[in-house]
């Protein structure tokens, strides 16, 4: 894909997310006092609404729960087939991402498929990606 | 207590179009003049204006016209206007005009919906298109992978049904082709739909997400749907026949495309049940949203028409929500045959086929009960419209 990527713009909410790459860390917003995960990040906990919450960095490791493969040049010079998968991730329950499925064929991606997170980086941002555990 | 009723009275539509060089201001015009002179209403007795979802500066095809501009142009001395996408998909604008003509603040509501997507393409220095260079909001947690359209985001549930429940494309492709089978006698589909679909064109044709090949998506359109809400007390004001709105929910617990177990249509489908003694049995026809096509498979499981997991079951063959079938559905082609209105053309096709008008496609027996649904993503909203 050698279209960039759309850029978040980074904030106090969002920041760790976007750069745990650099340490090669996925970081999700953890709830200090009742221990759950809040997803997209906020400095609220959306479980107990403490706000002793900070990004812990997570496994990295989940399960495809589903995915498509886009076939639409959805932008000028976006390289298709790819996959859009919504990963599980482990030790997270309830949050999801969106990510892509890389490093394998498109027709080789499947529901429940185990994975693990790889970052690519781009001016400054690391945006978690995932590959398959052979 | 009828003063506590809400009802449609007028409903109006502007030509409907790809690339129309009419404003969309006077688009939006178009409309309420036809709204008005079916509901007998002159716009001086109009007293408040609602739309979905407000102008968006930032991606002005999508939304070229605000409530504030309606009322300018037209002279309109408003008690309440709204207008914002914070609500809970398209059609809760026409339920917000209802709570607030049962609440007394106005008589006769405008409700609209402008889209101008297909000249805005055309246009793009008049009407620039998103920019997607920097994303913030929710579109962050999924446009930076590529995954820009809803196309991709509801196609993942669509897919997940396909692996837990079975759904097979051939199912699937239903959705359009019903709709595309209504649209190609609806006149305002001119436009829109040039030939008719088979299910061979269809598995044939180019894949934009899966499941989701070209016919599963809607086409960007030009046009302006009018709604007028009127309140239970100024019935006599009105020519037409009103359309109670006897039941109305909506939801939306995250908004995040892809943190929802399940689209909001199952929560809002249960929550308008329980607002109302009548039962999906008495329905006579269901106008749902098909942005995308999967989605009314949503509404039709979510409002219980089918059980959860079987609602490709429901429409496999087509026959039970043909116009002629037990449950006619998007009788005039929805967005997936007649274009991309954007959800408030299925309170507009519903209203048509309950006053019987809905000449060469008018569905037989006298429908009495619709139901009109919009979103279907993290937000949705439903309307249970009456005949009495």
């Given at each position: 894909?050698?279209t960039?990527?759309?850029?978040?713009?980074?904030d106090a909410?969002?920041?760790?997310f976007?750069?745990?790459?650099?340490?090669?860390?996925?970081?999700?917003?953890r709830?200090?006092?009742?221990?759950?995960?809040?997803h997209?990040?906020k400095?609220i906990?959306?479980?107990?609404h403490?706000?002793?919450v900070?990004?812990?960095?997570?496994a990295?490791?989940?399960?495809?729960?589903?995915?498509?493969?886009?076939?639409?040049?959805?932008?000028?010079?976006l390289?298709v087939?790819y996959?859009?998968?919504?990963?599980?991730?482990?030790?997270v329950?309830?949050?999801y991402?969106t990510t892509?499925?890389?490093?394998?064929?498109?027709?080789?991606v499947?529901f429940?498929?185990?994975?693990?997170?790889?970052?690519e980086?781009q001016?400054?941002?690391?945006?978690?990606l995932?590959?398959?555990?052979? | 207590?009828?003063g506590r009723?809400?009802?449609i009275?007028?409903?109006?539509?502007?030509e409907?179009g790809?690339?129309?060089?009419?404003s969309?201001l006077?688009?939006t015009v178009?409309?309420?003049?036809?709204?008005?002179?079916?509901?007998?209403?002159?716009?001086?007795?109009?007293?408040?204006?609602?739309?979905?979802?407000?102008?968006?500066?930032?991606f002005?095809?999508?939304?070229?016209v605000?409530?504030?501009?309606?009322?300018?142009?037209?002279?309109?001395?408003s008690?309440?206007?709204?207008?914002?996408?914070?609500l809970?998909a398209?059609?809760a604008a026409?339920?917000?005009?209802?709570?607030?003509v049962k609440?007394?603040?106005?008589?006769?509501?405008?409700?609209?919906?402008?889209?101008y997507?297909a000249?805005?393409?055309?246009r793009?220095?008049?009407?620039?298109?998103?920019?997607r260079?920097?994303?913030?909001?929710?579109?962050q947690?999924?446009?930076?992978?590529?995954?820009?359209?809803?196309?991709n985001?509801?196609?993942q549930?669509?897919m997940?049904?396909?692996?837990r429940?079975g759904?097979?494309?051939?199912?699937?492709?239903q959705?359009a082709?019903?709709?595309?089978r209504?649209a190609?006698?609806?006149?305002?589909?001119?436009?829109?739909?040039?030939e008719?679909?088979?299910?061979?064109k269809y598995?044939?044709?180019?894949?934009?997400?899966?499941?989701?090949?070209?016919?599963?998506c809607?086409?960007?359109?030009?046009?302006?749907?009018?709604?007028?809400?009127s309140?239970g007390?100024?019935l006599?004001?009105?020519k037409?026949?009103p359309?109670?709105?006897?039941a109305m929910?909506?939801s939306?617990?995250?908004?995040?495309?892809?943190?929802?177990?399940?689209?909001?249509?199952?929560?809002?489908g249960?929550?308008?049940?329980?607002r109302t003694?009548?039962?999906?049995?008495?329905?006579?026809?269901?106008?749902?949203y098909?942005?995308?096509?999967?989605?009314?498979?949503?509404?039709?499981?979510?409002?219980?028409?089918?059980?959860?997991?079987?609602?490709?079951?429901?429409i496999?063959g087509?026959h039970?929500?043909?116009r002629?079938?037990e449950?006619p559905?998007?009788t005039a082609?929805?967005?997936l045959g007649?274009g991309r209105l954007?959800?408030?053309?299925?309170?507009?096709e519903?209203?048509?086929?309950?006053?019987?008008?809905g000449?060469?496609?008018?569905?037989?027996?006298?429908?009495?009960?619709a139901?009109a649904?919009?979103?279907?993503g993290?937000?949705?909203?439903?309307?249970?419209?009456?005949?009495?």
């Open positions: 894909m050698s960039p990527r759309p850029r978040p713009k980074l909410d969002n920041r760790a976007w750069t745990g790459g650099a340490e090669g860390k996925l970081y999700i917003v709830c200090g006092d009742c221990g759950q995960y809040t997209p990040p400095p906990c959306r479980h107990c403490s706000e002793n900070a990004a812990a960095a997570v990295g490791t989940g399960v495809i729960d589903t995915y498509t493969v886009n076939h639409q040049p959805w932008l000028p010079g390289e087939p996959v859009i998968a919504r990963v599980k991730l482990d030790g329950p309830g949050v991402l892509n499925i890389v490093g394998c064929k498109v027709d080789e499947d429940g498929d185990r994975v693990r997170v790889t970052f980086e001016d400054g941002i690391w945006f978690p995932f590959e398959r555990v052979r | 207590m009828a009723e809400a009802y009275t007028g409903i109006g539509q502007s409907v790809i690339r129309l060089t009419r969309p006077l688009l178009d409309a309420v003049r036809e709204a008005l002179a079916e509901a007998g209403l002159t716009i001086e007795q109009i007293d408040g204006v609602a739309t979905y979802p407000g102008k968006m500066a930032s002005l095809g999508f939304s070229p605000s409530a504030d501009e309606l009322i300018e142009a037209l002279r309109i001395r008690k309440w206007h709204m207008g914002g996408a914070e809970p398209q059609l026409v339920a917000s005009a209802a709570m607030t609440a007394g603040l106005a008589r006769h509501i405008i409700c609209f919906r402008t889209v997507e000249a805005a393409l055309a793009p220095e008049e009407f620039p298109p998103l920019n260079q920097f994303v913030d909001g929710p579109s947690w999924v446009a930076p992978f590529f995954a820009i359209s809803a196309a985001w509801t196609a549930y669509a997940r049904h396909m692996k429940y759904m097979t494309r051939e199912q699937l492709a959705v082709l019903n709709a595309h209504n190609a006698i609806n006149p305002k589909a001119r436009a829109i739909v040039k008719p679909l088979t299910l061979e598995l044939s044709a180019r894949m934009i997400t899966t499941p989701y090949c070209l016919y599963d809607d086409r960007f359109t030009d046009c302006s749907t009018v709604i007028i809400v309140a007390d100024a006599d004001e009105v037409c026949k359309i109670r709105i006897a929910a909506g939306v617990n995250r908004y995040s495309w892809d943190q929802v177990e399940w689209p909001a249509s199952y929560e809002t249960e929550d308008l049940w329980r003694d009548y039962r999906p049995k008495d329905v006579d026809t269901i106008q749902f098909d942005g995308f096509a999967f989605l009314p498979i949503t509404w039709i499981e979510g409002l219980g028409f089918a059980p959860r997991g079987e609602g490709h079951r429901f496999e087509g039970r929500i043909a002629d079938g449950l559905m998007n082609g929805g967005q007649a954007h959800g408030f053309g299925f309170a507009h519903a209203v048509t086929q309950l006053r019987g008008k000449g060469a496609r008018q569905i037989p027996g006298d429908p009495r009960l139901v649904t919009s979103g279907g993290p937000m949705a909203a439903a309307l249970l419209l009456a005949r009495d």
